[in-house]
């Protein structure tokens, strides 16, 4: 199976910056994609941004503020945030997908971190 750990979340006011990290570990094969989710309570799971094939894409109201990157030799995916505001606050959780070594097979795998709390507040 594959494992998601995520980081960098915390407090911050409006204006400021925040880095968000995914490490991936297991017995991964390859990884088709990775993606950054938001939950806002009170609101639907959104997709925040994803990086597949080197491609990336992203939600409008965060395009030209958040930057997806990927480290693939540490299957580490990043979530640069700046220009942070009150409207960004949720838990955001990150998404990988890919194969992973099941014995002599290979299998899918779909697995999510446990998400991190982003607040931004003054």
């Known amino acids: 199976q594959v494992q998601l750990v995520e980081s960098g979340g915390g407090l911050v006011q409006p204006g400021g910056s925040l880095r968000l990290s995914c490490a991936a570990s297991?017995?991964?094969?390859?990884?088709?994609?990775m993606g950054w989710y938001r939950q806002a309570p009170g609101k639907e799971r959104e997709l925040v941004a994803s990086?597949?094939?080197?491609?990336?894409t992203y939600t409008d109201s965060v395009k030209g503020r958040f930057t997806i990157s990927r480290d693939s030799a540490k299957n580490t995916v990043y979530l640069q945030m700046n220009t942070l505001k009150p409207e960004d606050t949720a838990v955001y959780s990150c998404?990988?997908?890919?194969?992973?070594?099941?014995?002599?097979?290979?299998?899918?795998?779909?697995?999510w971190g446990q998400g991190t709390q982003v607040t931004v507040s003054s």
């Open positions: 990086m597949v094939s080197g491609s990336s």
């Open positions: 998404n990988a997908r890919g194969l992973y070594h099941s014995g002599i097979v290979l299998r899918n795998f779909d697995s």
């Open positions: 297991g017995s991964i094969f390859s990884i088709d994609g």
